[in-house]
């Protein structure tokens, strides 16, 4: 009686188990052999659509995406892991009939690692190969049709073939409290982040995923994200203001060095965080103007004028700085027509259209882009307006 007992106590006790042992087979699985990360998050859906397409009727499919590192490649590992180990994950409810699937990366492998691979393995319509970072499809193609396996590819560069485009989900907000569990659970170390720190950190980022995980894998960065959104100066900002003092005392080759340093060493946080970028190359282009390399101050600018970047300017620095470079290199025209387009919003623009407009006169220079009216004149009419204007202005833009 008393063993009957105790098998009616263990049955139940032993169902109930079951889904944790499941849970650990599938978590220790995924640790073994699988090219994507345990920190996968989210976009799951994309994963199946993209095999779905496959199943249903196209056999070459290009993954697109909004820009670099939005996750491209994360998802076309995961499809790669999805096929190979289809056990290990329960969403997968399809069937799948693919029996392998190959990730290629043609940034480390050329035309003989592909002869290669084709020739040593069981390759056939049951076959999924993805290549990513593709520079050249022909090739690829080519080999498709005498071995017929299922075809996805993303391209290096955008290119225009008549395949099937899967463009990926953007990455949401609300996913990355769970993405930063997940990379806490790789490096215990770093800290938890707030509602507000995860919104400035997707602000910071535009939402892209490849620069979001990788600010959230160091502590250095989480720091920086805790700093900008509780309004302190960052670390990175307290050392572009040490070269910025530099720069003020005329030391240019020390605060060229200092940035260069700079880089060297954040070189992942600087490409990561897009307010750090634009505030570094502002400040490199300044660098390179005080040592009379305008062109290469221009250079540096027009990296920071995208759309990415430029919504970080403030009091129209970024069109001041560069019309100034313009000024430099004597394309006084191309400078005022800039000047001209923010003088309604920015005080800073008429006062610094008065020693072009000075110039243009003192060399017989009479024409100016936007108006009917002459240089001199032009530089009355501008002066009279900044007069009278200035009043209520800052007082840099008054002293000017």
Not at 15 to 35: F, G, Q, T, V, W
Not at 241 to 259: C, H, P, Q, S, V
């Amino acid at each position: 009686m008393t063993t009957i007992a105790v098998v009616v106590i263990l049955i139940p006790a032993a169902y109930s188990a079951l889904p944790l042992i499941e849970d650990y087979r599938i978590r220790k699985n995924k640790s073994k052999n699988c090219l994507s990360q345990n920190t996968f998050t989210d976009r799951e859906d994309d994963v199946n659509n993209i095999i779905e397409k496959l199943l249903t009727q196209e056999h070459v499919i290009e993954i697109t995406g909004n820009g670099k590192q939005c996750g491209k490649t994360w998802i076309a590992k995961k499809i790669v892991d999805y096929i190979n180990h289809p056990n290990d994950y329960k969403k997968n409810k399809k069937s799948i009939p693919y029996k392998a699937a190959y990730y290629i990366d043609m940034k480390g492998h050329n035309t003989d690692y592909i002869d290669n691979l084709l020739e040593n393995n069981i390759i056939n319509s049951k076959t999924v190969l993805i290549f990513d970072h593709v520079c050249e499809l022909d090739y690829i193609l080519t080999k498709q049709s005498l071995y017929h396996f299922q075809l996805i590819y993303i391209f290096e560069k955008n290119c225009n073939f008549n395949f099937f485009k899967y463009n990926i989900s953007a990455f949401q907000e609300k996913n990355i409290d769970d993405l930063h569990e997940k990379i806490r659970s790789n490096y215990s170390e770093i800290d938890r982040i707030t509602k507000y720190e995860i919104q400035t950190l997707y602000e910071l980022t535009e939402g892209n995923i490849g620069k979001i995980h990788l600010m959230l894998s160091s502590q250095k960065c989480v720091v920086w994200i805790k700093d900008i959104a509780a309004g302190k100066l960052t670390d990175y900002e307290l050392i572009l203001n040490k070269i910025e003092m530099e720069l003020l005392i005329g030391n240019y080759r020390k605060a060229d060095e200092m940035l260069d340093q700079l880089k060297q060493e954040n070189g992942k946080s600087l490409f990561a965080n897009n307010s750090f970028f634009y505030k570094y190359n502002l400040l490199k282009a300044d660098c390179e103007h005080l040592l009379n390399n305008y062109s290469s101050a221009l250079s540096v600018l027009s990296v920071i004028e995208q759309d990415l970047y430029c919504k970080n300017s403030k009091n129209y620095e970024l069109e001041l700085c560069k019309a100034h470079y313009y000024k430099h290199l004597w394309m006084c025209n191309e400078a005022l027509e800039i000047l001209y387009q923010i003088k309604q919003h920015s005080y800073a623009a008429k006062v610094d259209s008065f020693g072009i407009l000075l110039a243009k006169y003192f060399i017989n220079d009479i024409y100016v882009p936007y108006s009917e009216s002459n240089s001199l004149d032009k530089f009355l009419d501008t002066y009279y307006d900044a007069s009278n204007n200035m009043q209520g202005q800052e007082s840099r833009n008054a002293l000017k």
